[in-house]
């Protein structure tokens, strides 16, 4: 009965024994529990952040000489301080590239993008489609805007593509203004728009002081479109001196996040008033427009003093479609 006894016992600790490996095994392929893994230390300096939690937009620093030019920007423009930053990226499309220094001269820019009162206060009639005083015009083509400028006398031209990126960026070294993750509470854009455009001046503004630069309605430029950047022209670069399209900036109420990015670039015929695009919803084929607008540029004789901006080093973005 004693080796009856002790042989039971014997098999009862050779099971216990098989199990216990079992359980080692599978601890083995399963990896080691998720607190002992060790962290990557983090470098990244962090954000200034807000009372919300949100990163926080610091207005630039201007000195009292370039206050004083400031307070001479014309109604309903700011003034945005001149100095070298870097264009385009290397971490996100080709168009984007390559990532290059551009110095510009100070200069103004509108506050906000032409509204519909100011277009037919001067142009007499409402090309958009979603009216509203305090909306942004949309659907008007480049033409159209050079009627406009003609009729300004002296008081507006589109920016050029380098003075659009610099003023957007405000001398932020991420994606957006605000930081590299996309945060509502900055931009009207296809998560949170309802699908139209929205009185201007509702989100916060970047650091010049300038409003909806991401988002809301795409913005027209200048200068004509190229596919690779040139490094040539480093001081006030203006793009190439002829060309089919022109290039168009900052996204749309029905853009993606990635459409808004700082660096993003897309392009237009100067002819047309909408930039259409065709997505597919559950094997359907729509055709979407991207509707476009602008904003006014002034130039002003520039001060030789340091840039009050640092230059911007882009993150690295991933792939997105040029329109959103």
Same mark, same amino acid.
């Given at each position: 009965?004693?080796?009856?006894?002790?042989?039971?016992?014997?098999?009862?600790?050779?099971?216990?024994?098989?199990?216990?490996?079992?359980?080692?095994?599978?601890?083995?392929?399963?990896?080691?529990?998720?607190?002992?893994?060790?962290?990557?230390?983090?470098?990244?300096?962090?954000?200034?952040?807000?009372?919300?939690?949100?990163?926080?937009?610091?207005?630039?620093?201007?000195?009292?000489?370039?206050?004083?030019?400031?307070?001479?920007?014309?109604?309903?423009?700011?003034?945005?301080?001149?100095?070298?930053?870097?264009?385009?990226?290397?971490?996100?499309?080709?168009?984007?590239?390559?990532?290059?220094?551009?110095?510009?001269?100070?200069?103004?820019?509108?506050?906000?993008?032409?509204?519909?009162?100011?277009?037919? #206060?001067?142009?007499?009639? /409402? !090309?958009?489609?979603? $009216?509203?005083?305090?909306?942004?015009?949309?659907?008007?083509?480049? =033409? @159209?805007?050079?009627?406009?400028?003609?009729?300004?006398?002296?008081?507006?031209?589109?920016?050029?593509?380098?003075?659009?990126?610099?003023?957007?960026?405000?001398?932020?070294?991420?994606?957006?203004?605000?930081?590299?993750?996309?945060?509502?509470?900055?931009?009207?854009?296809?998560?949170?728009?309802?699908?139209?455009?929205?009185?201007?001046?509702?989100?916060?503004?970047?650091?010049?002081?300038?409003?909806?630069?991401?988002?809301?309605?795409?913005?027209?430029?200048?200068?004509?479109?190229?596919?690779?950047?040139? #490094?040539?022209?480093?001081? /006030? !670069?203006?793009?190439? $001196?002829?060309?089919?399209?022109?290039?168009?900036?900052?996204?749309? =109420? @029905?853009?993606?996040?990635?459409?808004?990015?700082?660096?993003?670039?897309?392009?237009?015929?100067?002819?047309?008033?909408?930039?259409?695009?065709?997505?597919?919803?559950?094997?359907?084929?729509?055709?979407?427009?991207?509707?476009?607008?602008?904003?006014?540029?002034?130039?002003?004789?520039?001060?030789?003093?340091?840039?009050?901006?640092?230059?911007?080093?882009?993150?690295?973005?991933?792939?997105?479609?040029?329109?959103?």
């Amino acid at each position: 009965m004693n080796l009856f006894k002790l042989a039971i016992l014997s098999l009862l600790l050779i099971l216990a024994a098989g199990c216990s490996k079992g359980e080692d095994r599978a601890a083995e392929k399963s990896g080691p529990s998720p607190a002992l893994v060790p962290q990557a230390q983090d470098l990244t300096p962090p954000e200034p952040m807000d009372g919300q939690g949100r990163n926080q937009v610091v207005p630039v620093k201007l000195s009292p000489e370039d206050q004083a030019r400031a307070a001479k920007a014309p109604e309903g423009m700011v003034f945005v301080k001149g100095g070298c930053f870097m264009m385009g990226t290397q971490g996100a499309q080709t168009d984007e590239q390559p990532e290059h220094e551009a110095c510009l001269d100070d200069f103004f820019m509108d506050k906000y993008e032409t509204t519909q009162a100011r277009w037919k #206060k001067l142009m007499g009639s /409402n !090309p958009s489609k979603f $009216a509203g005083d305090d909306l942004p015009v949309e659907q008007v083509n480049y =033409f @159209d805007i050079q009627e406009f400028i003609k009729k300004s006398n002296g008081e507006c031209r589109l920016p050029t593509e380098a003075e659009w990126e610099y003023a957007a960026g405000g001398g932020a070294k991420t994606r957006y203004y605000w930081g590299n993750l996309m945060d509502e509470t900055y931009a009207w854009f296809e998560d949170n728009s309802g699908g139209k455009t929205h009185p201007v001046g509702q989100k916060p503004p970047n650091q010049f002081g300038l409003y909806d630069m991401m988002g809301n309605v795409w913005e027209w430029t200048e200068d004509w479109y190229a596919p690779i950047y040139s #490094k040539a022209e480093k001081q /006030n !670069p203006k793009g190439p $001196a002829t060309g089919e399209n022109k290039a168009v900036r900052g996204g749309s =109420f @029905d853009s993606s996040a990635g459409a808004l990015r700082l660096t993003n670039r897309t392009w237009l015929n100067p002819q047309n008033r909408v930039y259409s695009k065709i997505s597919t919803y559950g094997g359907i084929v729509n055709e979407i427009y991207n509707y476009i607008g602008f904003r006014c540029a002034k130039s002003i004789e520039s001060a030789p003093s340091s840039p009050a901006v640092p230059a911007r080093t882009p993150a690295s973005a991933p792939q997105s479609p040029s329109a959103g």
